[in-house]
């Protein structure tokens, strides 16, 4: 029972990307995602989060303007599209989920978050 994401690759800096999140053994339907990432030799970070039902979007500052959050609960599916990308960007995204809402306190705190499934790496090249 967890989640998985998927999409990863290997793009040049100013190019886009779309990452998916789907649930493994349960419904993505009632459940809010967030997007995190792992660069190496850094901690993970918050990246983004979904509500479940609000369908209200956060963003780190840092990705504000150029990652889009949305969902497909048709297709039990949650994506993050990820436009201008740039070489910080590299890193090793993963999905999770904090329950049915996102954090109102410690937004993106790890602790929150449970589900965590393997990441897909994302390759920025200057």
């Known amino acids: 029972v967890q989640l998985q994401a998927s999409g990863g690759g290997l793009v040049q800096a100013g190019g886009s990307l779309r990452l998916s999140c789907a649930a493994s053994?349960?419904?993505?339907?009632?459940?809010?995602i967030g997007w995190f990432r792992q660069a190496p030799g850094k901690e993970r970070e918050g990246v983004s989060c979904?509500?479940?039902?609000?369908?209200?979007?956060y963003y780190a500052d840092s990705v504000k303007g150029r990652f889009t959050i949305s969902r497909d609960n048709a297709k039990g599916t949650v994506y993050l599209q990820m436009n201008s990308l740039k070489p910080e960007d590299t890193a090793v995204y993963y999905c999770?989920?904090?329950?049915?809402?996102?954090?109102?306190?410690?937004?993106?705190?790890?602790?929150?978050?449970?589900?965590w499934g393997q990441g897909t790496l994302v390759t920025v090249s200057s």
């Open positions: 999770a989920t904090p329950g049915s809402s996102c954090p109102r306190v410690g937004r993106f705190g790890l602790t929150h978050y449970a589900r």
């Open positions: 053994g349960f419904s993505l339907h009632y459940s809010a």
């Open positions: 979904i509500g479940s039902m609000d369908g209200n979007t």
